[in-house]
């Protein structure tokens, strides 16, 4: 069975730092990753997501994420928070880029302090 | 592009009323739409997947007879909560996902809020 782990419920940080929101994934053979953000009493928003390729994926408003096979991980990081970046984070995990449906993490919430 | 709208965002009924929302993909094909529901503070359930056309599959512990799902065309899902009661309160969030390379990912829409007296 996929799993997808958040191992942290909140994250603190200042403006101007950087940010790491922490994911490990455990899937049967290929992982496909992907990270959602929601606002409050919103739906979520793609962020960005891993398929194949480069292990470091690019997203929205400054977003990166890094696939780590050895480690299962796919942790989302920015070098310079924002105080608009406060947010609920999730990852999420399939392995067929088909019609699969996602495994959500719990979601981690970011706050960034001005 | 690959926008997903809900409609409504809020609604308030009466226990024993059905409530319908609608998700619609607004700027592509959705053959595949999905609907999650999300209690506070906590992560989306998966509720079912219905692909355009098909009756939807529903996840185990869902009632399929209380919660009906239709994905009549490529753009709109309606999820259908009959008889509803308290426990029925949350948010729910659609999501669809098309079959081209740029919508082959889900795009949420922005949720419903339920509220059963």
């Known amino acids: 069975a996929q799993s997808v782990a958040q191992p942290e419920d909140q994250v603190n940080v200042a403006e101007g730092n950087p940010l790491t929101v922490k994911c490990t994934y455990s899937v049967s053979g290929n992982p496909y990753l992907f990270w959602y953000v929601q606002y409050p009493n919103r739906g979520l928003q793609f962020l960005l997501k891993y398929i194949t390729g480069d292990n470091l994926v690019k997203g929205s408003y400054g977003f990166e994420a890094e696939f780590n096979k050895s480690q299962t991980s796919f942790h989302l990081k920015k070098p310079s928070a924002l105080v608009s970046d406060s947010a609920l984070y999730f990852c999420a995990a399939t392995t067929v880029s088909g019609y699969s449906t996602l495994t959500f993490g719990k979601g981690t919430m970011l706050l960034v302090s001005p | 592009g690959a926008v997903v709208s809900q409609h409504p965002s809020r609604v308030i009924c009466k226990s024993g009323t059905s409530v319908k929302i609608e998700c619609r993909s607004l700027?592509?094909?959705?053959?595949?739409m999905f609907w999650y529901r999300q209690f506070p503070k906590k992560s989306l359930m998966l509720m079912a997947t219905s692909n355009e056309g098909s009756k939807a599959t529903y996840e185990q512990g869902v009632e399929k007879d209380k919660f009906l799902i239709n994905h009549a065309s490529l753009t709109l899902s309606t999820l259908t909560v009959t008889s509803a009661h308290p426990e029925d309160s949350s948010f729910y969030i659609c999501?669809?996902?098309?079959?081209?390379?740029?919508?082959?990912?889900?795009?949420f829409g922005p949720g419903t809020r339920l509220t059963v007296l």
């Open positions: 999501s669809a996902r098309g079959n081209t390379p740029s919508t082959d990912t889900q795009y």
């Open positions: 700027d592509f094909q959705a053959t595949t």
